[in-house]
C-alpha cells in the first residue's frame, strides 16, 4: 500500500466514523440496557474474530473491534440522552477510533513512509478533533440566539400588553410568558 493509499485509507475510515448517521432520540433504560449488553456481546465476536489473524493484521483487527464497540456505546449514550455533550463524545469517539486503527494500519510500513502514514493520521484525528469541537460551539451558538430572539420577540410582546389595562394588561403579560417560556 502506498502512501497515498494509506492516506486515503485513514481519511475514508475517519469520514465513515464521521458520516454515519446518528440522531438525538431518546429511549428506555431497558432499551439502553439491552443495548449495552449486545454491543458487549458483539465486541466479544469481533475480538474472537481477531483470533485468526496475525501479525499487524491481527493488532488492525483488534482495533477495529474496539473502536467499533467505543462508537456504539457513545452512540447507545447519545440516543439514550439526546444531550449535545453526548453528541460531541460520540463525535470524539469516532475519531479516537479512525485515529488508532490508521496508527495500526502504519505499522505494516518502515522509515520515512511509516513516519508520513502517522503523520497523515495525526492530521486527520486533529481535523476531526477541531470539527467535533466546531459543531459543538455551533451548537452553542445557536442555543444561545435562539434565547436572544425569544427574550427579544417577548419584550416586544411586553410593550405591547403595556397599553392595555387592568385584566386585559395582566391576561396579556401572563399568555406571553407562557408563549415565550418566561416565569
Known sequence: MTTIQCCKSVIAIATLFAASGTFAATMSKADYATGKDRIGADYKVD?????????????????????????????????????????????????????????????????????????????????????????????????????????????VVAEKCDSLAGEAKSSCISAAKVRFNKS
Do not use: M, W
Request: proline content about 1%.
Open 47 to 155: 475480538k474472537a474474530a481477531c483470533d485468526s489473524s496475525s501479525g499487524n493484521a491481527k493488532d488492525i483487527c483488534k482495533e477495529q473491534a474496539k473502536g467499533k464497540e467505543k462508537i456504539a456505546l457513545a452512540e447507545l449514550e447519545y440516543q439514550y440522552s439526546g444531550l449535545g455533550g453526548d453528541g460531541n463524545k460520540l463525535a470524539v469517539a469516532k475519531a479516537d477510533a479512525a485515529f488508532a486503527i490508521a496508527k495500526e494500519v502504519c505499522d505494516d510500513k518502515a522509515g520515512n513512509p511509516k513516519d508520513v502514514c502517522r503523520a497523515e493520521a495525526k492530521a486527520a484525528h486533529v481535523k476531526a478533533l477541531a470539527d467535533a469541537k466546531l459543531v459543538n460551539k455551533v451548537g452553542a451558538a445557536t442555543k444561545n440566539a435562539a434565547e436572544d430572539k425569544r427574550d427579544a420577540d417577548y419584550k
